[in-house]
């Protein structure tokens, strides 16, 4: 969570600390400390991609909880692009079996460890219903999210929408500038999944800077070998870079790329649309719920395509409606109250 950063760790700590401004006690729990259980009403669970973490706590205590799936989908990466020799394993594989393979590849390999053994012989998606039978109450990230579920794992059980967001004192509606329409930033952990090598390809020798903002993924270095190699000179790498200090970078963009093989929104996306960017995204995922028609959609296996949409969004002007809407709907603040309510509503059963 804090030693390989992402979405889903923006999505926890700042639900806690919004949590926490609406009078609600909240701790951030890693899965592999020693917890007082008696401590807590209810339990809040996050990313159903780690079930293992989550068999050990549940089998420990029958205090209820709810479970955030932050259900990322790598099956179409893993099975037509993911590379090298875990490539070609993966691909033997349902995406329930490339999850449990990966699972049991980082705790042979000393990378992860296994909380429950009882991962290992009921697999991956045996697990993920177990906890979906249990759960008192499911906080997708949004309706396609939750639709998903029901599909891979025939779930129905009650569930509160609770979108992503954004913090909006950050990234304030006042802090945008004149932008330079020749920048192109794309924020976000360098890995197969979030697609650079086929942006990079995009960009590469065009009258775009493109700035890639985001360290490697502990498995992707050969990946980041890969970016780094092909990328011409209008391509500047930087390491992870705070969330503090990417206001800097999205008030001069004016574009923000990120054709991801699969995002459940793309926080970075909604970050760099609340100060003014354009997004330049694929759909696959849940992106469309959040952008709608405000975004600029394109194939991520088509370099060319790529290259339109960044082409269409630099030439576009900025959407007003949606940095409304998104500092409207979509903050940590308004998303740590419908989560309190979800609490509540629990604890009152």
């Not at 390989?4 to 899965?31: F, K």
């Not at 709810?66 to 995406?95: C, K, T």
């Not at 065009?206 to 993924?217: D, N, Y």
């Not at 200090?245 to 923000?256: G, S």
């Amino acid at each position: 969570m804090h030693t390989v950063p992402g979405g889903d760790t923006v999505q926890v700590m700042q639900t806690a600390r919004c949590l926490q401004e609406l009078g609600v006690e909240a701790d951030v729990l890693l899965t592999n400390r020693t917890i007082d259980y008696d401590h807590y009403d209810v339990f809040h669970y996050f990313n159903l991609t780690r079930p293992a973490d989550m068999l050990f706590h549940i089998a420990q205590t029958k205090k209820p909880f709810v479970v955030s799936p932050v259900l990322v989908d790598y099956s179409e990466y893993d099975q037509h692009h993911r590379g090298g020799i875990s490539g070609a394993l993966l691909r033997r594989f349902s995406p329930s079996g490339q999850e449990y393979v990966k699972a049991m590849a980082r705790w042979v390999t000393g990378k992860d460890k296994l909380k429950s053994k009882e991962y290992v012989w009921n697999g991956h998606r045996k697990s993920v219903r177990k906890i979906l039978e249990r759960t008192a109450m499911v906080l997708p990230n949004s309706a396609a999210e939750y639709k998903r579920l029901q599909e891979e794992y025939g779930t129905d059980k009650e569930y509160m929408i609770v979108p992503n967001g954004i913090d909006e004192a950050l990234f304030s509606i006042g802090h945008t500038q004149e932008k330079d329409e020749t920048i192109v930033l794309c924020a976000a952990r360098v890995e197969g999944i979030k697609n650079q090598l086929n942006l990079i390809k995009a960009i590469n020798h065009s009258r775009f800077t493109l700035l890639v903002t985001g360290s490697p993924a502990p498995n992707q270095r050969a990946y980041y070998a890969a970016c780094r190699k092909i990328a011409a000179k209008n391509i500047v790498f930087h390491d992870h870079v705070p969330q503090e200090q990417l206001v800097t970078y999205y008030k001069k963009a004016k574009v923000h790329a990120l054709p991801s093989w699969f995002e459940t929104c793309g926080l970075s996306s909604l970050e760099a649309a609340a100060m003014g960017c354009n997004v330049a995204i694929s759909d696959k995922g849940y992106t469309r719920e959040y952008f709608g028609n405000d975004a600029f959609y394109c194939d991520p296996g088509d370099p060319e395509s790529i290259f339109n949409s960044i082409e269409q969004a630099a030439q576009s002007s900025t959407s007003p409606s949606l940095r409304e809407k998104i500092h409207n709907q979509y903050t940590w603040r308004h998303a740590a109250a419908m989560t309190r309510s979800a609490y509540q509503k629990i604890i009152s059963a």
